[in-house]
T-cell receptor, first 110, second 111 residues
Framework: DAMVIQNPRYQVTQFGKPVTLSCSQT?????MYWYQQKSSQAPKLLFH???????NEADTPDNFQSRRPNTSFCFLDIRSPGLGDAAMYLC?????????FGPGTRLTVL | RKEVEQDPGPFNVPEGATVAFNCTYS??????FFWYRQDCRKEPKLLMS???SGNEDGRFTAQLNRASQYISLLIRDSKLSDSATYLC????????????FGAGTRLAVHP
């Protein structure tokens, strides 16, 4: 089945230790998104790609970076995770209209 | 003011009840509107799009009032399996299909 896959599902890192979260899709959608969602809060858009065109949200901290080497894959790099970065990170794709979400990666920062 | 505002709930209702959720949005230029459902510790999933004329999908009815910038979701004959958080979602004009999510309204259906 076509889908959005995120690995790992659970990630534990240490304060300040760089971490990379990955997302892949078999939907061949040209737009990919990364969201951060904290408990009982709305998913917050960090950035998105339209093909290789990168669009950063104005309030996304510099600590968060992203790479999209090809249509299928997109990575979220957190350069120096802080305790406040512990959250669920959701990847989504779309062509138009509906966004399809992956299962998310739950990040714990110790 | 938040771009999308919802009553956080929780709404605790018995099986079979009718429950309504409301949502307001701030950007009058928004053109696309959705309700997503999110189960505990899972990803959001599209429940239904919301059209200007209102639309129905089984027990679920969505309404849009552009003049008041107001969206609603009505669930009839609630089932235990309807227990979840319902997210109101609106597009942000500009960019490529950028969606802005409300914080969600939690629904708990009990026997």
């Amino acid at each position: 089945d076509a889908m959005v896959i995120q690995n790992p599902r659970y990630q534990v890192t240490q304060f300040g230790k760089p971490v990379t979260l990955s997302c892949s899709q078999t939907l061949n959608h040209n737009v990919m998104y990364w969201y951060q969602q904290k408990s009982s809060q709305a998913p917050k858009l960090l950035f998105h790609y339209y093909d290789k065109d990168f669009n950063n949200e104005a309030d996304t901290p510099d600590n968060f970076q992203s790479r999209r080497p090809n249509t299928s894959f997109c990575f979220l790099d957190i350069r120096s995770p802080g305790l406040g970065d512990a959250a669920m990170y959701l990847c989504a794709t779309s062509r138009s209209g509906e966004q399809f979400f992956g299962p998310g990666t739950r990040l714990t920062v110790l | 003011r938040k771009e999308v505002e919802q009553d956080p709930g929780p709404f605790n209702v018995p099986e079979g009840a009718t429950v309504a959720f409301n949502c307001t949005y701030s950007n009058s230029a928004s053109q696309s509107f959705f309700w997503y459902r999110q189960d505990c510790r899972k990803e959001p999933k599209l429940l239904m799009s919301v059209y200007s004329s209102g639309n129905e999908d089984g027990r679920f009815t969505a309404q849009l009032n552009r003049a008041s910038q107001y969206i609603s979701l009505l669930i009839r004959d609630s089932k235990l399996s309807d227990s979840a958080t319902y997210l109101c979602v609106v597009n942000r004009p500009g960019g490529y299909n950028k969606l802005i999510f409300g914080a969600g309204t939690r629904l708990a259906v009990h026997p």
